[in-house]
């Protein structure tokens, strides 16, 4: 069954490094996503993308991030200048031929800020 | 903003009982989601729905667009299903955009 991945699992950065995380949608899904769930809070998004472009992104969502997709499979999130308070887990997703279709979850980037 | 409550907040039972978890929403949505998220930190989706019922496996999801509230239900709980199990919305003018419940933290006992 076609699932969504992501990398790395586990990634520890210093503050104010830039840090890249990766994900693989299921192929022939159209929409992407991204969110984040500090740890003991709601899941929250971030952002969503389609026809290669940002269709939509959160006030989290400012000029420290960004999302690219840039070979028509990966799908990644770069954090510039990260912040202690960026750690959390970080989930990808992706849906099908409909913006309200099923989203389909990777397992998560868990992010720790040092 | 489409506000997401869901209650209750934890919910303790014992293998075997039929258990019930809600959630209620602030404005009108094109889709209520019913999630699964296992203590290594995944989300697995259960149901999408947008009216009436759906059932899978001992799994029950219904929706009431006029009272703005869905329920999940589980039939004859196993300890397998201790989870957290989250409500989230679509809808309106987003592209599909998710809007999340707190989660219920469900245990269920042997």
């Known amino acids: 069954e076609p699932e969504v991945t992501q990398t790395p699992s586990h990634q520890v950065t210093q503050m104010g490094q830039e840090v890249i995380l990766r994900c693989v949608p299921i192929?022939?899904?159209?929409?992407f996503y991204w969110y984040r769930q500090i740890l003991g809070q709601k899941v929250e998004f971030l952002v969503s993308f389609y026809n290669n472009e940002i269709s939509e992104k959160s006030e989290i969502f400012d000029d420290q991030f960004s999302v690219e997709r840039p070979d028509g499979s990966n799908f990644t999130l770069k954090i510039r200048s990260t912040k202690l308070e960026d750690s959390a887990m970080y989930f990808c997703a992706s849906s099908g031929q409909g913006r309200y279709n099923e989203q389909f979850f990777g397992p998560g980037t868990r992010l720790t800020v040092l | 903003k489409n506000e997401v409550e869901q209650s209750p907040q934890n919910l303790t039972a014992q293998e075997g009982e039929f258990i019930t978890i809600n959630c209620s929403y602030s404005?009108?949505?094109?889709?209520l989601h019913w999630l699964q998220q296992h203590p290594g930190g995944g989300i697995v989706s259960l149901f999408m729905l947008s009216s009436g019922k759906k059932k899978h496996g001992r799994l029950i999801a219904t929706i009431n667009i006029q009272e703005k509230h869905s329920s999940l239900h589980i039939t004859a709980s196993h300890p397998r299903d201790s989870a957290v199990y989250i409500c989230a919305v679509s809808g309106g003018t987003s592209y599909g955009k998710l809007t999340f419940g707190q989660g219920t933290i469900l245990t269920v006992h042997p």
């Open positions: 192929s022939n899904h159209l929409y």
């Open positions: 404005v009108g949505i094109s889709a």
